[in-house]
């Protein structure tokens, strides 16, 4: 595997549920961070996290719940999801945070909430 | 509160008609510009990386130029595979802000 991948590519799950998305790195990088992009809006960040350290949480609902147990995975924990919760969730991951470098990104997980 | 504007919101092309894009940005002490291209249902691949005024990169069809306000991202004689969103975000600090993209169709 290169790059940065993500599973589950799709995942449709009730409002009562509890899942997991999984994104892994391959880059060797020291930062991670979950988006969230809905249809027309730019990309919204959800979470940063730099030498697995939370370095932000950018005023996301509690449902959402990260975990970063290593600096090559990052996971993302949801429950008792709104279905305006319904979007691409992407995983990128740069050398360092607030660093003169570029993210990388996943493919996403395609999130439907029923 | 640092700001990513992108235009036009949708393009339309016929193959071989060039054409920009455009992203105008407020923002206090840019770091970096970057440009990403995004197909459907897939996350966004990068493209460019712009640090200073004046600054210009190529790859095969595209060149983006930047300014202190704004940069573009000129299309040469696209092809029906150029058809992508083009996401432009600006760093400032920590974080990348980005644009909503703009939504590029090129029709043979």
């Known amino acids: 595997e290169t790059g940065v991948t993500q599973t589950p590519r799709h995942l449709v799950m009730g409002m009562t549920n509890k899942k997991s998305l999984k994104c892994e790195q391959h880059l060797g990088h020291n930062a991670m961070y979950w988006y969230k992009q809905s249809a027309k809006k730019p990309l919204e960040l959800m979470f940063v996290y730099s030498l697995e350290e939370r370095v932000e949480n950018n005023s996301v609902p509690s449902r959402f719940s990260p975990e970063c147990p290593n600096s090559s995975h990052l996971f993302l924990h949801l429950h008792t999801l709104q279905p305006e919760d319904s979007a691409l969730y992407l995983c990128a991951s740069s050398q360092e945070w607030a660093g003169y470098n570029e993210q990388f990104f996943g493919p996403g997980t395609r999130l439907t909430v029923l | 509160e640092d700001q990513v504007t992108q235009s036009p919101e949708a393009l339309r092309l016929q193959e071989g008609e060039s054409s920009s894009l455009n992203c105008s940005y407020t923002?206090?002490?840019?770091?970096?510009l970057f440009w990403y291209r995004q197909d459907p249902g897939k996350g966004p691949e990068f493209l460019f990386t712009l640090y200073s005024a004046g600054e210009e990169k190529e790859k095969e069809r595209l060149k983006a130029t930047l300014t202190k306000k704004e940069s573009f991202l000129h299309i040469t004689a696209p092809k029906p595979e150029d058809s992508a969103t083009y996401l432009c975000?600006?760093?400032?600090?920590?974080?990348?802000?980005f644009g909503a993209g703009t939504r590029l169709t090129v029709k043979p």
């Open positions: 975000a600006v760093q400032a600090g920590g974080d990348m802000r």
């Open positions: 923002v206090s002490g840019l770091r970096g």
